[in-house]
């Protein structure tokens, strides 16, 4: 979608032969507008941490924080993702209400990394999460 977006913002530039400072200008402008939240948000995402805590997830990223209890959590999943810096996957949360949240910091790329490692992270917090919610249904019985 962010190609066909950089593609339409540059269809008057492909016709002119000639690239003047003003037509510069606005090209640089486009392509600033178009990847600098792209990388932002990538940057975030990366940097970003989830803590698990007896209450629930913490997560934290260079600018926003967010609580989520272990009873609003309805499913833990591991989702596969496809970009032009290749496949990653990615830990989603879904919660009672509202859409479903991916996890900031448990990310891994399929290109190498360490999968035993992100596996083990992603156990971690299903185990996190059944813990809370056992001890949650028999205090309440």
């Known amino acids: 979608m962010t190609l066909v977006i950089v593609g339409i913002g540059l269809l008057p530039f492909a016709s002119s032969r000639d690239l003047s400072l003003g037509n510069r200008s606005s090209l640089l402008a486009l392509i600033t507008t ?6 932002f948000y990538s940057i975030n995402r990366m940097l970003g941490i989830t803590l698990l805590t007896p209450e629930g997830m913490q997560l934290r990223t260079l600018v926003s924080r967010r609580r989520i209890p272990w009873d609003d959590i309805t ?3 591991v989702e596969r993702r496809s970009g032009q810096g290749g496949p990653w996957q990615v830990v989603r949360v ?10 900031p910091g448990a990310m891994q790329s399929l290109r190498g990394q360490d999968e035993a490692a992100f596996q083990r992270s992603v156990n971690m917090i299903h185990s996190c999460w059944q813990q809370a919610t056992a001890q949650h249904r028999s205090a309440a019985t």
């Open 94 to 103: 879904h919660v009672a209400r509202g859409r479903p949240v991916v996890l």
């Open 34 to 39: 178009i990847l600098l939240p792209c990388i």
């Open 75 to 77: 499913k833990i999943e």
